[in-house]
């Protein structure tokens, strides 16, 4: 099976969660911007929640279904339309054979994830199919998808037929929905001017006490040469008591760098490996996706919490997860269409 790009969109790349473990060597992680719908949509679908999949940035694609086909799209709202027909998010679905899914402008978030049951079978680049668009590697020929492109499906799994069969019968010409979805409470309140969580960075108390006051006060825009590198953000320059020589040091998604015109710089999803500019904050791991679905224009505000409030906060992300994948193998050993604690 194939998915054949009949429209392109704005900027469609193939993602996994990333390529870890080669850091050291200059590598960097890469992966979905918003790791959390692309998982989560791979559960729905019955794969693993590393499979490959679709990310869909602004302005989404049209994509052709040679085979009929188990999907599910969670993340922003791009207006998914499956035949002609709105598609709902947080759900499984099953697409027949000829189907056409197309998506329009975002209308929440800026981007979706689309999972395809067996996952996209890319090749495997230093073990991860994530595009890097800097590097040309990874994805489809390490590049954004073109009109024409075709995409390999991989083999099904045992979960997903099983979910196939609990929403559709074999050789059904009409698409269907599942009765279950992800609960609300689950999923991130996406919003174009959120709060984001973080913890003090290592560099905070260089900086004078009306930065860090203001910068845990105050909103800033995203610029719009912000991209899968680093949000750059607007605002009343942030300010060192005095000027510093960094050394440069391990930067991870979310880390707030601070240059020397002294506005931030959060780092996301392709970021470099290293970074020398001052460290004000880590954004909470929990909160990446609402950074992830700012579009640009939007404001973010920043609230400071402790790292053990931001721990507690990943374990209780964690906890819906597992209880979702728990839900969902139920689901595909029993067969008998009822929903976990966190479906709907």
Same mark, same amino acid.
Request: hydrophobic share 40%; glycine share 12%; aromatic share 6%.
């Given at each position: 099976?194939?998915?054949? $790009? ?109 999972a395809v ?49 609990? $929403? ?9 929905? =599942? ?60 300010r060192l ?7 440069? =040091? ?59 409030e931001a ?9 819906? $997860? ?23």
């Amino acid at each position: 099976m194939s998915l054949a $790009i009949l429209k392109p969109g704005l900027l469609t790349t193939v993602q996994d969660l990333g390529r870890h473990g080669a850091q050291k060597y200059g590598v960097i992680v890469g992966g979905a911007m918003d790791a959390f719908a692309l998982r989560v949509a791979n559960l729905l679908v019955g794969n693993a929640e590393h499979d490959a999949g679709l990310e869909i940035t602004m302005v989404g694609p049209e994509i052709y279904f040679s085979e009929a086909a188990l999907i599910a799209v969670c993340g922003g709202d791009l207006a998914p339309e499956l035949n002609g027909r709105e598609l709902p998010a947080w759900r499984t679905v099953y697409a027949p054979e000829g189907s056409r899914l197309r998506f329009g402008p975002a209308r929440l978030g800026c981007r979706a994830y689309l999972a395809v049951a067996g996952g996209l079978d890319v090749p495997e680049r230093m073990g991860s199919r994530s595009t890097y668009l800097r590097a040309g590697i990874g994805g489809h020929e390490g590049r954004a998808l073109r009109k024409g492109d075709r995409l390999p499906v991989g083999a099904r799994s045992p979960g997903s037929l099983a979910l196939a069969g609990l $929403i559709a019968r074999e050789g059904q010409d009409e698409a269907a929905v =599942s009765g279950w979805s992800v609960a609300s409470e689950l999923r991130p309140a996406y919003a174009a001017q959120p709060t984001i969580r973080a913890v003090a960075g290592r560099e905070l108390a260089l900086f004078d006490d009306e930065s860090r006051g203001r910068f845990f006060g105050e909103a800033f825009a995203v610029k719009t040469e912000s991209d899968r590198m680093g949000y750059r953000l607007a605002g009343e320059a942030l300010r060192l008591k005095e000027k510093r020589e960094m050394i440069s =040091s391990a930067v991870t998604f979310g880390t707030v760098q601070v240059p020397p015109d002294g506005q931030p710089i959060v780092l996301m999803a392709d970021r470099q490996t290293t970074g020398g500019y001052p460290k004000i904050a880590q954004a909470a791991s929990v909160d990446l996706p609402l950074l992830a679905q700012t579009p640009l224009g939007g404001k973010v505000r920043f609230e400071e919490i402790s790292l053990a409030e931001a721990q507690r906060q990943y374990l209780l992300r964690e906890k819906g $997860i597992r209880a979702l994948r728990g839900g969902l193998e139920q689901l595909q050993t029993n067969r008998n269409g009822k929903v976990n604690a966190h479906g709907e």
